[in-house]
């Protein structure tokens, strides 16, 4: 039986590396290849599902599945390893754009910024999932690339939300939405001046920052700190961890997804705002116009105060929020889950021919 092993730096719950990873585990299976999981860092609750990286066994004829997204001591591992290697590169965040974040974070990046090249030539195929990240593979002369976008998982769509926070946002408010780790490159503070300029418009409007702030080290507590200096503290929700019902509330109840992060790979809520039907307004930066096709609105600058204004259109012109949900709706299909992996499996089947 033909063997791909997965490896990611860290397994946790909703985490959208190691959701790809399980999706893409049920399909090698399904198709008659073993495939395990191995990872350096394991949530508890997924100590069955997933084996400590230190604990594989290599065989010569495995082929190592690594999604590569972090410097660390798994990557140092793998590196050294014999077997056929197909990296899965999901983008490493460059480190200055983390000042303020954890150090081991920011260290961490700079670890995987490093040591890209020298995956070069131990990589039968690298797999990025947007052009974007493609031209980090071109820069460190990897021989033989493609571009597979992100697989993500259909759960989110298919859960009955959270009531309690559903009937708790539900009270005719307009809510902005963003969803992502807090992190200096997500640019929370550009979305709280945003919501800054909105308010002169809809004094009841809020900001919802939905995302984990492990790693958020000093930036966190800035964010919460220019809130106040904004006179905001009252509009703006943090939320940390939240649970599948409770990011299907938050979806189910925004009035506008707003997204004015400068570094992305691939923006995974991107997809999810589209596929819930959630107009969408963007900054025009790093992966982010990959992702969004012709689609949503793409700003070229940030300019609060006509931010605002255009924020307040999609809120109230029917006509035209309706036909910016009309043409999300169409580019979502370009992440359709049974497309993906059929892409997959014929990227997998090169690698386990050859």
């Known amino acids: 039986m033909p063997t791909i092993h997965q490896f990611v730096t860290g397994a946790t719950p909703g985490n959208a590396i190691y959701n790809e990873a399980l999706i893409m585990q049920q399909a090698l299976r399904g198709w008659g290849i073993r495939s395990d999981i191995f990872a350096e860092h394991i949530h508890p609750s997924l100590q069955k599902m997933v084996t400590p990286y ?69 990589t039968a195929l690298a797999l990025a999932d947007s052009t974007f990240n493609e031209q980090d593979l071109a820069a460190a002369q990897f021989p033989k690339t493609a571009v597979l976008p992100l697989i993500q998982p259909n759960d989110l769509f298919n859960t009955q939300p959270d009531l309690d926070l559903l009937n708790q946002l539900h009270d005719g408010c307009t809510n902005l939405l963003f969803v992502g780790r807090i992190a200096p490159n997500k640019r929370q503070e550009d979305l709280l001046k945003t919501l800054y300029f909105y308010r ?91 992702t969004l096709g012709n689609a949503g609105i793409l700003l070229q600058e940030k300019n609060y105060p006509v931010l605002a204004e255009l924020i307040h259109l999609l809120v109230t012109d029917s006509a035209l929020r309706e036909k910016v949900i009309a043409g999300q709706a169409e580019r979502a299909t370009a992440f359709n889950q049974e497309q993906l992996l059929a892409q997959f499996q014929k990227w997998t089947k090169l690698i386990t021919d050859n």
Not at 87 to 115: C, E, I, M, Q, S
Not at 273 to 290: D, E, K, N, Q
Request: net charge neutral; aromatic share 12%; charged share 15%.
């Open 200 to 290: 002169q418009i809809d004094p009841t409007a809020r900001l919802l920052l939905v995302g984990s702030e492990d790693g958020a080290g000093s930036y966190g507590r800035f964010l919460r700190t220019f809130a106040q200096e904004l006179g905001l503290e009252t509009a703006v929700q943090f939320s940390g961890h939240v649970s599948l019902a409770q990011l299907a509330a938050y979806y189910r109840t925004a009035s506008v997804y707003v997204c004015l992060s400068e570094h992305e790979g691939f923006c995974q809520p991107l997809v999810e705002s589209m596929r819930f039907g959630l107009p969408i307004v963007a900054y025009a930066s790093t992966a982010v116009p990959g």
């Open 54 to 122: 230190d604990q594989y066994r290599p065989q010569s004829e495995d082929v190592l599945l690594f999604h590569y997204s972090l410097g660390s001591a798994l990557s140092d591992y793998l590196l050294a390893l014999p077997q056929k290697l197909l990296l899965r590169y999901h983008n490493v965040t460059p480190p200055h754009f983390l000042v303020g974040a954890n150090p081991w974070l920011r260290a961490g990046a700079a670890k995987g910024r490093r040591d890209l090249p020298l995956f070069a030539s131990r």
